[in-house]
């Protein structure tokens, strides 16, 4: 899979070991994982894992989530893309979920809104997707907002562990 999606301002493509260190900045910030119910990360090791994972989530399932790169500054901001989720999560299990996660310093920037936006394209026009899902805490009120106004409907709640979570479903519109 050699896919990469390049938006106005942004280059998503597949995680790459050398993105370890930009990954360790991500989630050694207690502020951006403060709703996922995560422990901030304390070693570049744990980025490393992380990156193997998700490399792993290519070989197998064709997709996961890919490094957000400013093409201003090539440098590595965060995450976004779609995973194919086959743990139980709301009662689910084999679906697609949307996610990203962003440094902290490019919040408010319209990044994520960019990135969503192109990964909603990929889903539905190149993937031809029924439906895609996205799981966000009640509480991050950001991230919320961002699939809402891409027309993400509320289906339930639900709690992923101690964590309340909005379940939200967006159908393909090609497929209407």
Not at 18 to 44: H, Q, R, W
Not at 121 to 134: H, K
Not at 151 to 161: E, I, P
Request: charged share 20%; with cysteine; glycine share 6%.
């Amino acid at each position: 899979m050699n896919l990469i999606i390049q938006t106005e301002r942004l280059i998503l493509r597949k995680m790459m070991i050398s993105d370890a260190e930009a990954m360790f900045k991500l989630d050694s910030n207690p502020n951006v994982v403060k709703y996922l119910g995560n422990t901030p990360f304390k070693s570049i090791g744990e980025s490393i894992n992380l990156i193997n994972n998700v490399s792993n989530q290519y070989l197998k399932n064709g997709i996961g989530r890919f490094s957000v790169v400013l093409k201003e500054t090539n440098e590595v901001i965060g995450w976004a893309g779609i995973k194919f989720v086959t743990e139980p999560e709301n009662n689910q299990t084999h679906f697609y979920d949307l996610g990203y996660r962003l440094q902290e310093e490019h919040w408010g920037k319209g990044y994520a809104t960019e990135a969503t936006r192109a990964w909603l394209d990929y889903a539905f026009q190149t993937m031809n997707l029924p439906v895609l899902i996205a799981s966000v805490n009640v509480d991050n009120f950001n991230s919320n907002k961002i699939v809402q106004k891409f027309g993400f409907q509320l289906k339930s709640q639900f709690y992923y562990g101690d964590i309340h979570c909005n379940w939200y479903e967006l159908k393909n519109p090609n497929l209407s």
